[in-house]
T-cell receptor, first 115, second 114 residues
């Protein structure tokens, strides 16, 4: 069975603050993929990043960075110098390999950036 | 280019009625997915199509739910004898080939069963 836990239900930060969204996953597979998606108020999920289980390098994309640690089964997401446009619900998701297509999403973290 | 579109955007129906929800994937995407998202929850996988065939329907909650994709493009999710518990946002996504390729999501159909 696979599971994704996003313990932070809601986070509020003041604009320009840094914020980290936590994601912890459970899987028995050795090969899997992790994702982050953003869901703005409009409702449409937007893909942010995909990481496979063999690539533990941290990644930075502009103000976004991701920290993948297999030892703690975590895939955390940091937004640096947050902006009001970052306000959204963020989902972490897990896909096991092996021909299965069932992506398991966490319950999401609602981020509110206050101007 | 055009993204994934879903119609209707909102559907209100009465308990016991039949509904159809439509998804138009991005042109050329062979994989199509349906998810259900309840309030305050993440999307929950329902069914996955590769071409015309349902390759994995393990997420369909019961036999009242059925989906088709007859020509390998547009898909319809069909719900019979709707129940109040079916109220949710139904999301469709498509991708080139199969996961782990990026899935492109539509705006969803909000279904309300009275």
């Amino acid at each position: 069975a696979q599971k994704v836990t996003q313990a932070q239900t809601e986070i509020s930060v003041v604009e320009k603050e840094d914020v980290t969204l936590d994601c912890v996953y459970e899987t028995r597979d050795t090969t899997y993929y992790l994702f982050w998606y953003k869901q703005p108020p409009s409702g449409e999920l937007v893909f942010l990043i995909r990481r496979n289980s063999f690539d533990e390098q941290n990644e930075i994309s502009g103000r976004y960075s991701w920290n993948f640690q297999k030892s703690t089964s975590s895939f955390n997401f940091t937004i640096t110098a947050s902006q009001v446009v970052d306000s959204a619900v963020y989902f972490c998701a897990l896909l096991n390999s092996g021909g299965y297509q069932k992506v398991t999403f966490g319950t999401g973290t609602k981020l509110q950036v206050i101007p | 280019g055009a993204g994934v579109s879903q119609t209707p955007s909102n559907k209100v129906t009465e308990k016991g009625k039949y509904v159809e929800l439509r998804c138009d994937p991005i042109s050329g995407h062979t994989a199509l997915y349906w998810y259900r998202q309840s309030l305050g929850q993440g999307p929950e996988f329902l069914i996955y199509f590769q071409g015309t065939g349902a390759a994995d329907d393990s997420g369909l909650p019961n036999d009242r739910f059925f989906a088709v994709r007859p020509e390998g493009s547009v898909s319809t999710l069909k719900i019979q004898r709707t129940e109040r518990g079916d109220s949710a946002v139904y999301l469709c996504a498509s991708s080139w080939g199969t996961s782990p390729n990026e899935q492109f999501f539509g705006p969803g159909t909000r279904l309300t069963v009275l």
